[in-house]
């Protein structure tokens, strides 16, 4: 429930396109299932899309024969079958570009989320592919809009994420080779965020949408991956890539009574918030949204529930220069 | 649809409430007679593009060039406000457009016009360009320059003077000053809340109301009725 509220409370920053991934799904769940959300979103998309109207202005005119021209070689997508949101809807959006090399054990995966080969929300594809073989567009992102929303597929069953690296290769050879050779990367530095992305996608949404972000996070190519002990035990690993980061910590000792684990982005000398990090027999485990290439990320004991500043010294600092 | 409207009385100026309508998919003026009557236009004056976009889902091409005519302005005015950039904004108005032909089938007016629907695609597109390309601190400086004045038009010349654009601006007048600074920021900024919340050193929950309420605010002043 307090997930809802949190939802909720993004509506506005939704309606914007002010949210993260994460946010996005959690709201996009939302949406789905609460009719008042739903409308509040459709008003307030129709608000910003008046912020964006304001500033009509004609293109060049040569645009018009160039996208003209691109249409006449795009093909279109079929309609979504509302009561076939599943695996299968999915599949005839991804077959509809890659007909000649869909493969059986294609079921999962859309080509629409290029750099998320596990969890895949289909919200369209890349625009104008002048080919059949689907690219990775400069955005290859979710189209979010009202009618992309309730397209949301929910993903594969729970610890999906690594076979689905097979039913990529099966289409995309050259990406799926990267993508593995940067997961064995990972994973032969740290077994830990991959086990990470198995628990997570067993439980329940949010921790798939986690698990979604940390598969983006081992495709990303310039992740890196650090270590370091904790003090008073256990092992920290973090894999920092430009935008986000992924902090994990086993064999720690209870925070105590009343206390959790909270992750910091270190920036500039300053220490600033993030999540508190519940104690799962000693491990823990957070994505950090704000990361920045540069930051360093650091955990300190808390009273439970978190600190705006830290209270505690670290028990444990991970630089980017730590590798 | 009939919601009615109650008219704002400003003395002295030309009163009008706009509505948006899901069947029309834009913005059409109501205008307000003498005795205080509001006049509603006719549905059939207004270009209906959801129309025009049902037949685009059939791989109408010709049923898509007007649908290119109807939206490409405000498509590219979207991206423009966003990414300040007439060559990005181009591109990304081809991708958008490109996109709308493709995905016309998934397109349903219950949930929507399809002129928001092609907005809303603009300006995410728009946003995750400008996240990509990263001119984040030059820009940024830009927004927070240009942000008390007019956020939408200082990019171009050739932005077409409209009503929906005075009545924007008039709207956009109506916020207070720290959700006015949220929303344009989070809008023309292309910058998620979080951000906004650091530049602003305002609390995220703080940001997420400012966002969520003024655009609340804009939505009423602006009239926009939804299904």
Partial sequence: VSTDDDARALLGAYALDAVDDVERREVERLLERDADAAREVAGLQATAALLGAAGSTQPPAALRADVLAAISRTRQVPAVDDAAVDHTASDHTASDHTASDHTASDHTASDDTAVTPGLVVDHGSPTAPPTPRPTTAATPFPTSSPTDAPSVVPGTEPGAPIPITSARSARTPRRSTTWLAIAATALGAAVVPSVLAVQQAQRGDRAEQQAQAVAELLADPDATVVRADVTGGGTAVGVLADERALFTATGLDEPGAGREYQLWILRDGEALPEDVMPDDDGSVRALADDFRPGDALAVTVEPAGGSQTPTTDPVVVLTPTEV | ?227
């Avoid at chain 2, 008390?148 to 010349?157: L, T």
């Avoid at chain 2, 009503?163 to 008039?170: F, K, N, S």
């Avoid at chain 2, 949220?182 to 703080?206: H, I, K, S």
């Fill in chain 2, 1 to 227: 649809m009939t919601a009615t409207l109650a008219p704002v009385r400003v003395r002295g100026c030309d009163v009008r409430r706009y509505r948006v309508s899901p069947a029309w998919g834009t913005l059409a003026p109501m205008t307000t007679t003498p005795d205080g009557a509001t006049r509603m236009p006719a549905a059939d004056d207004v270009p209906t593009t959801d129309a025009l976009l049902a037949r685009v889902a059939g791989g109408d091409e010709a049923a898509f060039a007007q649908v290119y005519d109807a939206l490409a302005p405000a498509v590219y005015g979207t991206c423009l406000g966003v990414l300040r950039d007439r060559d990005h904004a181009a591109e990304v108005t081809q991708e958008v457009m490109v996109e709308v032909w493709r995905t016309a089938a998934r397109f349903d007016a219950a949930l929507g016009s399809a002129r928001t629907w092609a907005l809303t695609l603009a300006h995410r597109r728009a946003v995750d360009r400008v996240r990509a390309v990263q001119a984040q601190r030059n820009r940024d400086q830009r927004v927070l320059d240009e942000q008390g004045e007019r956020p939408f038009d200082v990019v171009s010349e050739q932005v077409e003077e409209s009503l929906d654009r005075e009545r924007v601006r008039h709207c956009l007048d109506g916020l207070t000053p720290t959700q006015h600074e949220a929303v344009v920021l989070a809008y023309y900024g292309g910058r998620t809340y979080r951000e906004v919340a650091d530049q602003l050193a305002a609390p995220l929950a703080t940001v997420k109301s400012r966002i969520r309420d003024g655009l609340i605010r804009l939505r009423d002043c602006l009239g926009v009725v939804t299904p």
